[in-house]
């Protein structure tokens, strides 16, 4: 009995040992060596060199001169990446609608000069809450919004997003996206800070 229990202790130390330290030092390694962006969270910095965020979070934007995101769940005023999660709320909700019709009143009176249908991902969370993408569609509907309110021509803010447009992964991975951090911070690169 006492062999057995001294066989099952050295298993569960060098286990330990293997899995619990070796391997997690390991791949943390060759994660900084192969992928250091990716390994050190995605971050993104402004011009003066100060992380702003992740490019996998999504942020909230409420200006009228940058692109804004999905609406989000996570948190209690959302975007809280330390609360990640959906809504739960479901079809028959009442407080869902009620956040949809009021959502879909903002947009509506934000982009008067652009196409009434609102794409439906701006009106609905996801999964995370924090999702980082738009569809290209979403992202050209806001256009005429941030280039009035920056006083541009509006060809300039459209050929801006269809430069920031991401392919598939690997050609057939998703769909194509437009992350909007980074078109956000290419809107202020290349036109300055909106107000």
Same mark, same amino acid.
């Given at each position: 009995?006492?062999?057995?229990?001294?066989?099952?202790?050295?298993?569960?130390? $060098? #286990?330990?040992?293997?899995?619990?330290?070796? /391997?997690? %030092?390991?791949?943390?390694?060759?994660?900084?060596?192969?992928?250091?962006?990716?390994?050190? &969270?995605?971050? +993104?910095?402004?011009?003066? &060199?100060? $992380?702003?965020?992740?490019?996998?979070? &999504?942020?909230?934007?409420?200006? *009228?001169? /940058?692109?804004?995101?999905?609406?989000?769940?996570? !948190?209690?005023?959302? /975007?809280? *990446?330390?609360?990640?999660? !959906?809504?739960?709320? !479901?079809?028959?909700?009442?407080?869902?609608r009620d956040r949809i019709t009021?959502?879909?009143? =903002?947009?509506? @009176?934000?982009?008067?000069?652009?196409?009434a249908s609102v794409?439906?991902?701006?009106? #609905?969370?996801?999964?995370?809450?924090?999702?980082?993408?738009?569809?290209?569609?979403?992202?050209?509907?806001? $256009?005429?919004?941030?280039?009035?309110? =920056?006083?541009? *021509?509006? @060809? =300039?803010?459209?050929?801006?997003?269809? *430069?920031?447009?991401?392919?598939?992964? %690997?050609? $057939?991975?998703?769909?194509?996206?437009?992350?909007?951090?980074?078109?956000?911070?290419? +809107?202020?690169?290349? %036109?300055?800070?909106?107000?």
């Amino acid at each position: 009995m006492l062999n057995a229990l001294l066989i099952a202790i050295r298993t569960t130390v $060098v #286990t330990l040992v293997l899995t619990g330290l070796l /391997y997690p %030092f390991a791949m943390t390694g060759v994660a900084q060596v192969l992928f250091p962006h990716r390994a050190n &969270g995605s971050l +993104l910095h402004d011009a003066q &060199g100060q $992380v702003i965020g992740s490019e996998l979070i &999504g942020q909230n934007f409420s200006s *009228a001169g /940058y692109f804004w995101p999905r609406p989000s769940a996570a !948190g209690t005023d959302g /975007y809280d *990446a330390t609360a990640s999660s !959906g809504s739960n709320l !479901g079809p028959t909700s009442q407080k869902l609608r009620d956040r949809i019709t009021t959502d879909l009143a =903002r947009l509506r @009176e934000a982009h008067t000069d652009g196409d009434a249908s609102v794409p439906a991902e701006l009106l #609905t969370t996801s999964a995370s809450g924090l999702d980082p993408h738009l569809s290209p569609r979403a992202a050209l509907w806001q $256009v005429a919004r941030v280039a009035r309110a =920056r006083g541009l *021509a509006p @060809e =300039r803010v459209r050929a801006l997003v269809e *430069a920031h447009i991401e392919p598939r992964t %690997f050609g $057939v991975l998703g769909e194509p996206r437009v992350n909007v951090l980074r078109l956000n911070l290419a +809107l202020d690169r290349q %036109f300055g800070r909106a107000s």
